[in-house]
């Protein structure tokens, strides 16, 4: 019985995962405390280097440096949340950006790596693509998030209106929205740089579409006929 239920829980981690992500989509833009959004980001990447970790048992060597990252990121949050001058908010904005970015990459990775060695189609592994999927989203919003700390003119928004949090919430509104080739336009790239980058998130939000889709046919059609 209580290996039934640890099977059980390995077998929704990614659910959870999912459900956190899009708990802390939601939550994030209506908190005015900085430090609780910066904490449940923080959170977020440790649940999912947890996960990442567990998905991937051959991945023990590499455990030390995806907590070295993490932790550098934790460093570089902590420092831009101190109460110092602006120029150290800037250096610790952009060291948290600058190692959560690879961070991410990481994990996305490991959990594809996951998704393709299973060869099976399973909830888990469905809950596992739309994980790499905002993290995707998110890898672009940092992305974002750098190019307007180093130039604030990159895109058409009021940055004098918008609280730090407020404005990470509307970049990875529209990293989602570029993902998923939507486009409604409230929110443009308007440096040659930014706009770049949206086109390349397009481009990658189209062919990862495409892969999953076919690699679940393949994993569905493997299944029917094995069965």
Same mark, same amino acid.
């Given at each position: 019985? $209580?290996?039934?239920?640890?099977?059980?829980?390995? =077998?929704?981690?990614?659910?959870?995962?999912?459900?956190?992500?899009?708990?802390?989509?939601?939550?994030?833009?209506?908190?005015?405390?900085?430090?609780?959004?910066?904490?449940?980001?923080?959170?977020? +990447?440790? /649940?999912?280097?947890?996960?990442?970790?567990?998905?991937?048992? !051959?991945?023990?060597?590499?455990?030390?440096?995806?907590?070295?990252?993490? +932790?550098?990121?934790?460093?570089?949050?902590?420092?831009? +949340?101190?109460?110092?001058?602006?120029?150290?908010?800037?250096?610790?904005?952009?060291?948290?950006?600058? !190692?959560?970015?690879?961070?991410?990459?990481?994990?996305?990775?490991? $959990?594809?790596?996951?998704?393709?060695?299973?060869? %099976?189609?399973?909830?888990?592994?469905?809950?596992?693509?739309? %994980?790499?999927?905002? $993290?995707?989203?998110?890898?672009?919003?940092?992305?974002?998030? +750098?190019?307007? =700390?180093?130039?604030?003119?990159?895109? /058409?928004?009021?940055? =004098?209106?918008?609280?730090?949090?407020?404005?990470?919430?509307?970049?990875?509104?529209?990293?989602?929205?570029?993902?998923? !080739?939507?486009?409604?336009?409230?929110?443009?790239?308007?440096?040659? %740089?930014?706009? %770049?980058?949206?086109?390349?998130?397009? !481009?990658?939000?189209?062919?990862?579409?495409?892969? $999953?889709?076919?690699?679940?046919?393949?994993?569905?059609?493997?299944?029917?006929?094995?069965?």
């Amino acid at each position: 019985m $209580i290996q039934e239920s640890a099977i059980l829980r390995a =077998e929704w981690r990614f659910l959870q995962l999912t459900i956190f992500i899009g708990a802390w989509m939601l939550v994030s833009p209506l908190m005015q405390d900085r430090w609780v959004v910066e904490a449940l980001l923080q959170f977020f +990447l440790l /649940n999912t280097m947890l996960v990442t970790l567990w998905a991937n048992p !051959t991945w023990s060597g590499s455990r030390g440096i995806v907590f070295g990252i993490w +932790l550098v990121s934790l460093a570089g949050s902590a420092l831009a +949340l101190a109460p110092l001058p602006i120029e150290w908010h800037r250096l610790g904005r952009t060291m948290e950006i600058v !190692t959560t970015l690879p961070l991410l990459a990481l994990l996305a990775f490991g $959990i594809l790596r996951f998704i393709f060695r299973n060869r %099976t189609l399973t909830v888990d592994g469905i809950f596992a693509t739309v %994980t790499v999927y905002l $993290i995707i989203a998110m890898f672009f919003s940092m992305l974002y998030l +750098l190019l307007i =700390e180093w130039s604030p003119a990159s895109f /058409n928004l009021h940055l =004098e209106d918008l609280s730090p949090q407020l404005l990470q919430s509307n970049l990875l509104y529209f990293s989602l929205v570029t993902l998923a !080739t939507v486009g409604y336009g409230d929110i443009l790239p308007v440096s040659e %740089t930014a706009r %770049t980058l949206a086109v390349i998130e397009a !481009t990658v939000g189209q062919f990862y579409v495409a892969v $999953i889709v076919a690699v679940f046919v393949g994993m569905y059609a493997t299944q029917r006929r094995d069965g």
